[in-house]
């Protein structure tokens, strides 16, 4: 008992570290990995971004633009009127000279103008953005939803593992248990003559050996622990303790997510088109300026003001127009076509995981049956044990039996709660 004693502290001290043998959940580790996900801090920052975006359309389409226009421009000449050569930075008059002709020069040209620019036609270009804008946002919130969903397949199959090396270190624990109580009582039977001493040796042989069965599942339990906390972006090496957990198959409520992405990508692909035509619309623009505006020379009398409409509209681009919209149609297709074969695919794969569930729970069924039956063997083995009416090495067998059998059950409730994950994962 002095062994299995110190079996306990080593363990109790596997599970503190410090942290007084802290407990947690799955539901712990999916909240973590949604907190440190890069994909879906990128998304939240890309709707931020689009916010933004919004504000800026806002302005560019119906916001007046207000600027400040100012040039300066000399156009001197060398005059060689009246047989006199001169230099002249503003000519008065000269019919002889060499220099742009005063027709285009003028003298030069000065301005300094405040302009403003009010867009008229921009509030339907506006509401095109904005549907463009929000439908991004919304792929977006999608993408995040399906990464969320990636995240608990992912984490939930991770945890899945750690249980199992979990369990694995409670049963080589129960048969160590078995095994020392067994050993104590032996030791007393060995003393009276009932049993030889190589009984109790093979006895204490077993119980080495499933002693470095222990260890080389805390070991693993510990290398799985640490991958669950590199998925969940957890800075911790402390080992804790898992709570169980049961996996159970949802019933889809609503659209699939799934399906909801491809729907986006089509109505995204109609969006930028309409993005792309924008250019075809009729533009309108109001306009206005005052300030300086003149040629020759620059003067007081020469402040003024002016005000106008300017009109634009392609009428003709070489058909790139036409050509876009047949892009667009193709891509289009593309998209109807990927998303009947998703559905398909997913309906197959369903109906797959679900027989595979079905058929582990017969298999777990049986097992269990089996359970209680070794159970009950057991139970007399350890009576016929304390009489000294069987051997060590037929103990030794069916512990070998039971420990093999509860591996089995263990492996298979794992497979079913990981179908069930996956299950769940692709049902929504």
């Avoid at 090495?393 to 059950?409: A, G, S, W």
């Amino acid at each position: 008992m002095a062994f299995y004693k110190k079996l306990i502290l080593i363990w109790l001290s596997f599970f503190s570290t410090g942290l007084e043998a802290q407990v947690r959940s799955l539901d712990y580790y999916i909240g973590q990995a949604k907190n440190n996900s890069p994909l879906i801090f990128e998304k939240k920052v890309q709707n931020n971004a689009m916010e933004m975006e919004l504000k800026r359309l806002k302005a560019f389409y119906t916001q007046p633009k207000i600027s400040i226009d100012a040039g300066l421009l000399f156009a001197p000449i060398i005059s060689t009127d009246n047989n006199s050569t001169r230099a002249q930075f503003v000519s008065a008059g000269a019919t002889d000279y060499y220099g742009y002709d005063l027709a285009v020069s003028d003298g030069g040209q000065y301005q300094a103008l405040l302009s403003v620019e009010q867009p008229l036609s921009g509030g339907k270009k506006m509401d095109i953005a904005s549907r463009n804008l929000a439908i991004s946002r919304e792929i977006n919130e999608t993408e995040i939803k399906l990464t969320v969903y990636d995240i608990e397949r992912i984490v939930g199959y991770q945890y899945l593992r750690c249980l199992q090396s979990q369990s694995q270190i409670d049963i080589y624990s129960g048969l160590i248990n078995l095994i020392n109580r067994e050993l104590q009582i032996m030791r007393e039977l060995l003393q009276n003559g009932i049993y030889k001493y190589s009984d109790y040796q093979r006895l204490k042989i077993e119980l080495d050996n499933y002693q470095v069965f222990i260890e080389k599942s805390r070991s693993g339990y510990q290398q799985n622990l640490l991958d669950l906390n590199i998925i969940c972006g957890i800075k911790d090496t402390a080992l804790v303790e898992l709570k169980d957990v049961d996996f159970s198959l949802k019933t889809k409520t609503g659209d699939s997510f799934f399906i909801r992405k491809y729907e986006l990508d089509s109505l995204n692909l109609v969006s930028l088109q309409q993005l792309s035509e924008l250019k075809y619309q009729p533009q309108l623009n109001l306009f206005a300026n005052n300030g300086l505006n003149a040629v020759y020379l620059p003067g007081l009398n020469r402040l003024g003001f002016s005000i106008g409409l300017k009109f634009s509209w392609v009428l003709f681009d070489g058909k790139q127009r036409n050509y876009s919209r047949q892009e667009t149609d193709i891509l289009a297709q593309d998209i109807t076509f990927k998303k009947q074969r998703f559905i398909t695919e997913n309906f197959i794969r369903r109906t797959k995981i679900l027989n595979q569930i079905n058929s582990i729970d017969k298999q777990l069924r049986m097992k269990t049956n089996q359970k209680n039956e070794y159970d009950e063997l057991i139970g007399i083995y350890k009576t016929e044990l304390s009489q000294g009416q069987i051997s060590a090495i037929d103990f030794v067998n069916v512990l070998r039996d039971i420990e093999t059998l509860k591996q089995v059950i263990i492996n298979l409730r794992m497979q079913k709660d990981a179908l069930i994950n996956t299950y769940n994962y692709w049902n929504y």
